[in-house]
């Protein structure tokens, strides 16, 4: 029988790259969005949700179980990017951001939960970022939000152990995706003291992003997780230097760290 997959935030970029690959490896695939196009789309079966919103989420997993009496595997990805010197940055747009890349995700695991206790079995796999394993300049917010989800899913990892339901991470590095055009970015102030800085920051991230991976890489992980007895903890996927950024956080001192970040940025 084929398992049931549930990928949030699957319209576009990676979640629709995911979606689209895991369907047409013979996994019955449920994708999101907030308003679907249409039913079906390349052999996901899609419904609306909305992560900031609770009872969207509990509507589409009701509707996964009525439909399949099981889900076997959740690709929590939905997210969203944001930019901006935190001092700059509207605390509305920072709740806005938790709400979406943490509080929902958090959210979608408690929906399926009980569903996944029932049938002794189930599989999690939380999309957060390489970002999130190191404060970057002018994307703190971004990284604080997926760093969260990371140690999260280290805790509840070990929660529900007893109950054979299994959780993991997925840090992509930069991948080609529409990602820099859904980011929130903070204004560009003019009398702004950060101006000049956050302005060359962004350029080069948009560059790193048009530069990214294909998203086809995150699906053939993502596909061979699910595929996995036992998954690790983390994994990491994007060019060399990204995954080393993370070894080189753990090996190095603080400061000589940080000072590679701010040649990095030409900070």
Known sequence: MAKVVFITGASSGIG??????????????????????????????MLALDVTKRETIQAAVAQIIQRESR?????????????????????????????????????????????????????VINITSIAGYMGLPYRGIYSATKGALGITTEA???????FNVKMTTVAPGDFATNIAAGR????????????????NTL??????????MDTKVMAKVIHKIITTK????????????????IVLKRILPDTWYEKLLLNHYNL
Do not use: W
């Open 156 to 162: 509840y990892r070990m929660e529900l152990k007893e």
């Open 184 to 199: 929130f970015h903070a204004p560009l102030l003019e009398n702004s003291p950060y101006k000049q800085n956050y302005g």
């Open 71 to 123: 889900i076997d595997v959740l690709v929590n990805n939905a997210g969203m990017g944001i930019t901006g010197p935190i001092e700059e940055t509207p605390d509305s747009a920072v709740q806005h951001v938790f709400d979406t890349n943490y509080f929902g995700p958090l959210e979608v695991i408690k929906a399926v939960l009980p569903q996944m206790r029932q049938q002794q079995n189930g599989l």
């Open 203 to 212: 350029a080069l991230m948009d560059e790193h992003v048009d530069q990214g």
């Open 230 to 245: 036992n998954p690790k903890v983390h994994y990491r996927v994007g060019f060399f230097m990204q995954k080393f950024s």
């Open 16 to 45: 629709a790259a995911v979606a689209q690959y895991l369907a047409g490896c013979g996994y019955k695939v449920y994708g999101t969005s907030r308003t679907p196009k249409a039913e079906l789309i390349n052999g996901v079966h």
